[in-house]
């Protein structure tokens, strides 16, 4: 949905690399959501961020809220295969539906 | 807890008849939301209930539909069905709303429906 913007759209990257998956919103944010989606299969719930400048982490993975960037980053540290899949964000931005971002399709290679 | 769970799995139906999908969401979450995800526009909102009230509604042609019964289990339906149709289809519940930036939706493993 063009509420939200994911960049980048793929991602390839080496086991034990770092990488980060950015969402922009084009509204304000009044929170935020990360989840994880194995092709074809539901989505897996990550973090949710409330505030700006607020962030959390789950074993390697961290999030951070950017109110004022309207934007939220998904950081993982040292990838494994295991990492592998389609990352959202979603938000409700304009308070009366839910949006998911574009998308992001992590391949990690042993 | 169970999670959401979604049936059928797995659907394939011809252009013009019509289908229906059925959500139960976890105990105690009165909310149900509907998306499609299609390799092309994404994961779309179609709909979503609150105790036995459509709340909010997405961008779709009257072809869809959707309610929610007194135990919180919600039905989608598609009639007339189109090859556009085709897509995974996700419920997801929550407690209060999928609007609600305090609450987190939960999500079931999707109905693959395929249109001939």
């Known amino acids: 949905s063009q509420e939200l913007e994911q960049s980048p759209q793929s991602l390839i990257v080496q086991e034990g690399k770092n990488l980060t998956i950015n969402c922009t919103s084009s509204?304000?944010?009044?929170?935020l959501y990360w989840y994880k989606q194995k092709y074809g299969e539901g989505l897996i719930f990550l973090m949710m961020?409330?505030?700006?400048?607020e962030e959390k982490s789950h074993e390697k993975i961290t999030a951070k809220l950017d109110e004022k960037k309207q934007q939220s980053s998904l950081h993982i540290t040292a990838s494994q295969p295991s990492h592998a899949g389609i990352y959202l964000c979603?938000?409700?931005?304009?308070?009366?539906?839910?949006?998911f971002g574009t998308g992001t399709s992590l391949t990690v290679i042993p | 807890k169970a999670g959401v769970t979604q049936t059928p799995r797995y659907l394939i139906k011809t252009r013009g008849q019509q289908v229906t999908l059925s959500c139960s969401p976890i105990?105690?979450?009165?909310?149900v939301s509907w998306y499609q995800q299609t390799p092309g526009q994404g994961l779309q909102f179609l709909f979503e209930?609150?105790?036995?009230?459509?709340?909010n509604k997405g961008n779709f042609p009257g072809r869809f539909s959707g309610r929610q019964f007194s135990n919180s289990r919600s039905e989608m339906n598609v009639s007339t069905l189109e090859l556009g149709d085709s897509a995974l289809y996700l419920c997801?519940?929550?407690?209060?709303?999928?609007?609600?930036?305090?609450?987190?939706?939960?999500f079931g493993p999707g109905t693959r429906l395929t249109v001939l």
């Open positions: 997801a519940s929550s407690l209060a709303g999928s609007t609600k930036s305090t609450d987190t939706q939960y």
């Open positions: 509204k304000t944010l009044y929170g």
């Open positions: 961020l409330q505030k700006g400048g």
């Open positions: 979603g938000a409700a931005p304009t308070g009366n539906q839910f949006y």
């Open positions: 105990s105690g979450h009165r909310s």
């Open positions: 209930y609150f105790s036995e009230t459509q709340r």
